[in-house]
């Protein structure tokens, strides 16, 4: 399968080259140069304007003068308040947070055609996106918009995941979001497959999941909402009977998404109950607790007329912006944003073990997550971490390697319905059978296999796992 040409491009927008891709077109509606045509109309079709304003130019969003927490007048959609970790029984530090408990939905229509199974993607505006327009599920909708608290038009295709009408539920799974910023943030991820006619409106397209996974190769292309989706859907990986190839990386890549009988000569390092029992240590070794405070009552944070932001500018920055966007359930609002000073890290180290691919995982806690600890990448850095500052020497020493081989480097946006430009670097890096099997504790090695196998159920994997995930079956 041939790597599209603009991967480097950072804005995956309109007017760029997109060559043929080969295989990943085989029994597609429209091929990935047609996708490309599409997606250039839609851009120029769009008419999106995103300006940043003054707090008080906001519409039906204000200060609460008690706590000082930044709510919509509706009571809906979410609010900005304030998070206090306490460590120890020890006051540790506080910070803005995005409350949001409403659960939305993140849905893909899939649909066979000719045999050959296709997803219905859309071309999405979020006030956000570094670039406008990314591809995003079928629905992404929050449920004050599905709702319609807006006012607006309803969400399109919404028929097909709720009531009596919706088509056959394949996933349909609670799954997190960013605990550094959101707390305790769910959505209900989602894929339907439909058998009647499906009108297609000109903002969205079927393209096949080989197809996506060579757009996943594309920068800020494939967004938060659909990689997440796409992780949980148990047909966009590699078939289990797939052929191997004689690449030693790729046919590892392939075994690891193959059930493995425990009695077979080859297959996990670890079985399925003491995969859960590190796990659920992990979660023993917390010793801390996060609650909601008055935003009013965060430490060491200003507000401006147009911002509120750490005292030395770290972290992030709340601020405010009027959308313009033509192809909306609302063609204009305001709202605040969540905006970071820098791009994140996410690193998963992989190795064959045994001829089959696992991945080092870590039990990473952050304070926003509903169960405390989840299933994180290798290496996950923040965005204002500083440029290749990774803390923990392990995983540090690992990368630095000689035999370390970048196998995946593209950078990808973070959710832009609540983030203004959060872009994160995901990584993929084989590294040698030098590195140890046996790790420090935060870390256990995994198939994807087992992996997306507890998919099925929410708060085991966080957002940045499951994008990396979503990216892997790009290299098969």
């Not at 028929?159 to 550094?180: I, N, P, Y």
Request: glycine letters at 8%; proline letters at 6%.
């Amino acid at each position: 399968m041939t790597r599209l040409a603009v991967a480097r491009d950072r804005t995956a927008g309109a007017g760029r080259t997109w060559p043929d891709a080969g295989a990943a077109d085989d029994g597609a509606l429209v091929s990935l140069r047609q996708f490309a045509a599409w997606w250039d109309e839609r851009h120029r079709a769009g008419r999106f304007r995103v300006d940043r304003i003054p707090f008080d130019a906001l519409d039906s969003w204000s200060f609460e003068p008690r706590t000082g927490n930044l709510g919509h007048a509706s009571g809906r959609f979410f609010t900005i308040e304030g998070l206090r970790v306490r460590d120890g029984g020890v006051d540790g530090w506080s910070q803005p947070v995005i409350n949001q408990p409403e659960i939305g939905i993140l849905g893909i229509v899939v649909k066979e055609f000719n045999g050959v199974l296709h997803c219905l993607m859309q071309a999405k505006m979020e006030p956000g996106n570094v670039n406008t327009l990314q591809l995003s599920p079928t629905v992404q909708a929050t449920r004050s918009n599905y709702t319609q608290v807006h006012r607006g038009t309803g969400t399109r295709y919404l028929e097909h995941f709720v009531g009596a009408q919706r088509g056959q539920v394949l996933v349909d799974v609670l799954q997190s979001e960013q605990g550094a910023w959101f707390w305790r943030k769910r959505n209900r991820n989602m894929v339907v497959l439909v058998t009647g006619d499906v009108p297609v409106h000109e903002d969205y397209c079927w393209l096949t999941p080989a197809q996506i996974r060579e757009l996943m190769g594309v920068d800020n292309l494939v967004n938060m909402d659909a990689r997440t989706v796409l992780s949980c859907m148990p047909f966009a990986q590699p078939r289990e009977d797939e052929a191997v190839t004689g690449d030693e990386f790729r046919d590892a890549l392939v075994r690891s998404y193959q059930y493995q009988p425990q009695a077979a000569p080859v297959g996990p390092l670890h079985n399925p109950g003491a995969i859960l029992s590190w796990f659920t240590e992990a979660k023993t070794r917390c010793d801390w607790t996060a609650r909601l405070v008055p935003l009013g009552e965060v430490a060491r944070w200003s507000r401006t007329a147009d911002e509120i932001r750490h005292d030395e500018g770290r972290h992030f920055g709340i601020i405010a912006v009027r959308v313009e966007a033509g192809t909306r359930e609302v063609r204009q609002w305001t709202q605040p944003l969540l905006s970071p000073r820098g791009q994140g890290r996410a690193v998963f180290l992989v190795r064959p073990i045994q001829g089959v691919l696992h991945l080092l995982v870590q039990a990473r806690p952050e304070y926003g997550l509903m169960d405390m600890v989840e299933m994180a990448p290798t290496v996950q850095l923040l965005s204002d971490s500083p440029a290749g500052e990774i803390a923990d020497p392990f995983p540090r020493d690992l990368m630095a390697a000689g035999t370390a081989r970048v196998r995946y480097d593209n950078l990808l946006s973070e959710e832009g319905g609540r983030f203004h430009h959060a872009l994160t670097r995901y990584q993929i890096i084989e590294v040698g059978e030098d590195v140890p099997l046996d790790v420090p504790p935060q870390y256990c090695w995994m198939t994807v296999r087992q992996l997306t196998d507890l998919l099925r159920h929410g708060h085991y994997l966080n957002i940045e796992a499951r994008s990396l995930l979503a990216c892997l079956p790009s290299m098969c």
